[in-house]
């Protein structure tokens, strides 16, 4: 089997405030690009629409352009910048850094089926 798509035509979009996702979904693979523009936050843009304190996707991917800043529920913190490849667990919140746009690819899955989804939409 060989399954191939561009990113260049994502299955779907969710747009939230100062930001969007787009998704490809694959045999095997659920692929998200995201794209932060500076001043986003999450719990500012996307606690809103999911109803949690922090963000409950795991995610796994590099960054792809930008920095982002996140700090888990824990307090811990770290600073993602171009190239970047990271695993943040559930529990965080994120915002972009400076005035540069962030993009970054996320291969674990669960950005690409649930982020910035409502509950009621059964995320």
């Known amino acids: 089997m060989v ?3 561009t990113i260049e035509k994502p ?3 969710r747009d939230f405030p100062g930001g969007h996702i787009e998704a490809l979904h694959l045999t ?3 692929f998200a690009v ?3 523009e500076p001043g986003w936050r999450w719990r500012e843009s996307v606690r809103p629409i ?3 304190d922090l963000c409950e996707v795991h995610h796994s991917g590099v960054v792809v352009q930008g920095r982002m800043r996140l700090r888990t529920a824990d307090g811990a913190e770290a ?3 171009p190239g970047d490849v990271y695993v943040v ?5 994120a915002w972009v850094v400076g005035d540069e746009q ?3 690819y996320d291969v674990a899955g669960q950005m690409a089926l649930t982020y910035a989804k409502s509950s009621e939409a059964g995320a």
Request: aromatic share 4%; no cysteine; hydrophobic share 35%.
């Open 3 to 5: 399954e191939v798509k």
């Open 11 to 13: 299955d779907e979009r």
């Open 28 to 30: 095997g693979l659920d």
């Open 34 to 36: 995201g794209t932060f």
């Open 50 to 52: 999911v109803g949690t």
């Open 79 to 81: 600073e993602l910048g």
């Open 89 to 93: 667990a559930p529990g965080h919140d």
């Open 102 to 104: 962030v993009v970054v």
